[in-house]
């Protein structure tokens, strides 16, 4: 049975998201931070990890770039889930009852607008929105919430007092599945990748690069800079493409170790996106 790492604990969107790529048939160890997670993964104490990349409203998480570049990670697969953020408490409780929130400080961020409406509530920052429910439950905290999946108060005993309260309806996240360099298998349905490269400091580098992608038939769909810490003011640029034929990518990977100072591949993987939207 394979272990694989996440970020929170039962009730949490990446539970939510082993589950549904993994079903029951994988050991989960929970992590509390993201930090944690690659370390569990690095040093070979869990076989793969999920770990959130992306969000439709908030953009790039940049830490965890930071770690999948710091760690030479690779990506096996994406998934992407729609965010469903809910007001929950001990069971009976009211709004009226409540004085304090808690939650993750993203979650908080993405219902601002909800609270606007309800001034005298507190909103406390915390590690993860799930651990909040397990806190309530546990400790049979009153006057106090969570804003969590609602498959947290289902697992924890607690009742929606509010459900989807986030600002805006069309919130989702991707969630990438990473794994050790020499443990990485790709799928033979690959029409994805994540690319990882450096240009030179010369006028039209980043522009070259990119039109030999275009040339090569790759649809460009996110490109983000991340700093080269030990080397101020040099940026790696992180690239996703999507792709028709295997043969294009090939190709367009050949040109670019020659043309770019550093290239990597940081993952072949099937497009969830269009899967989904073609079953």
Not at 26 to 48: I, P
Not at 67 to 81: C, G, P, Q, R, V
Not at 244 to 265: C, P, Q, R
Request: charge should be negative.
């Amino acid at each position: 049975m394979k272990n694989i790492a996440i970020q929170g604990v039962k009730g949490s969107n990446h539970y939510i998201v082993a589950k549904a790529l993994f079903g029951e048939s994988v050991e989960l160890s929970y992590c509390n931070s993201f930090t944690q997670l690659a370390n569990q993964l690095a040093s070979g104490q869990v076989d793969q990890a999920i770990m959130a990349i992306e969000n439709s409203i908030a953009g790039a998480l940049l830490p965890n770039y930071a770690l999948i570049d710091a760690n030479t990670f690779k990506i096996s697969a994406e998934y992407y889930l729609s965010i469903s953020h809910n007001l929950m408490a001990l069971p009976g409780s009211s709004l009226g009852a409540i004085s304090e929130v808690q939650s993750h400080p993203m979650a908080l961020l993405q219902c601002s607008e909800y609270f606007t409406g309800y001034p005298q509530l507190t909103l406390i920052e915390a590690d993860d929105t799930a651990s909040v429910a397990s806190r309530i439950a546990k400790h049979n905290l009153t006057g106090v919430a969570a804003i969590a999946p609602k498959v947290a108060a289902e697992l924890y005993g607690l009742e929606i007092i509010a459900p989807d309260i986030q600002t805006l309806a069309n919130n989702a996240t991707r969630f990438v599945v990473i794994s050790r360099a020499e443990d990485t298998l790709y799928s033979e349905y690959s029409n994805k990748a994540s690319i990882r490269f450096v240009t030179g400091h010369k006028r039209g580098s980043l522009a070259t690069i990119l039109n030999v992608m275009s040339d090569c038939s790759m649809n460009l769909t996110k490109i983000q800079s991340l700093p080269i810490i030990e080397t101020p003011w040099r940026y790696a640029f992180f690239v996703d493409v999507t792709f028709e034929n295997s043969v294009d990518f090939d190709k367009m990977a050949a040109a670019l170790t020659i043309m770019a100072e550093e290239f990597t591949v940081l993952g072949r993987y099937e497009n969830q996106l269009r899967k989904s939207n073609n079953p």
